[in-house]
């Protein structure tokens, strides 16, 4: 089984990039239908959905734009429940706009909540959340709407494509899971 290292933790493969290829891929198709004719704009959650929003938005047919918000609430290996925002993001891009959310993982839904209700100040015509993973048995987002996940996930902690322990791992293919 391959395993990673990442300062004092190690890691092992859990999604290989081949199977993430094809997920994805299958998402942008359902978006593409759900979206036909339409322009949308993928707001990007950074740092974590980079990878994800990236090759995402590289499948889609219809006319799309990009926005990005720097949102997080995770430190280490645990949600902090206190959300920091250290990019606004452009209201005026977002009037009148589908948006479609591109988020790494919904674990309790705390930050996409918080997120949803930002946004709806900026007004968009409508709002969807793409998600690669969620991990249902933390989520307490009752009103939160997930439209289009990936794959749904236990409660562990993952790295790789995109995201990060303690800022590391983003740049792996694969996504891993700890030991
Ligand atoms: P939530 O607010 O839903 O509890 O947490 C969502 C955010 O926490 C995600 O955007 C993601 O950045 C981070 N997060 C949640 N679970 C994991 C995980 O297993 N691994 C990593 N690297 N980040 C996670
Ligand atoms: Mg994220």
New binding site residues.
């Given amino acids: 089984m391959k395993k990673i290292n990442l300062s004092d933790k190690e890691f092992s493969l859990f999604i290989p990039s081949s199977d993430i290829r094809l997920t994805v891929k299958r998402m942008a198709e359902r978006i593409n239908v759900d979206y036909a004719g339409k322009e949308v704009v993928l707001l990007v ?1 950074m740092n ?1 959905a980079m990878i994800f929003a990236s090759d995402l938005i590289r499948k889609l047919k219809i006319s799309a734009r990009i926005s990005c918000v720097k949102i ?3 430190q280490g ?1 645990h ?1 902090s429940g206190n ?1 920091s925002q250290e990019i606004e993001f452009d209201r005026e891009a977002l009037r009148g706009k589908h948006v479609i959310v591109a ?10 909540e918080y997120l949803v209700r930002e946004l709806k100040m900026a007004r968009p015509s409508s709002i969807a959340i793409a998600t690669l993973l969620s ?1 249902p048995l ?1 989520f307490t987002g009752q009103s939160l709407k997930l439209h289009y996940v990936g794959y749904e996930i236990p409660n ?4 790789g494509y995109g ?3 303690n800022g590391l791992g983003r740049q792996y293919e694969d996504i891993y899971k700890t030991t």
């Fill in positions: 959650v974590g997080s609430s995770y290996m949600s959300i988020e790494d993982i919904v674990d309790s839904g705390v930050t996409m991990k933390s562990c902690f993952v790295v995201m990060d322990y």
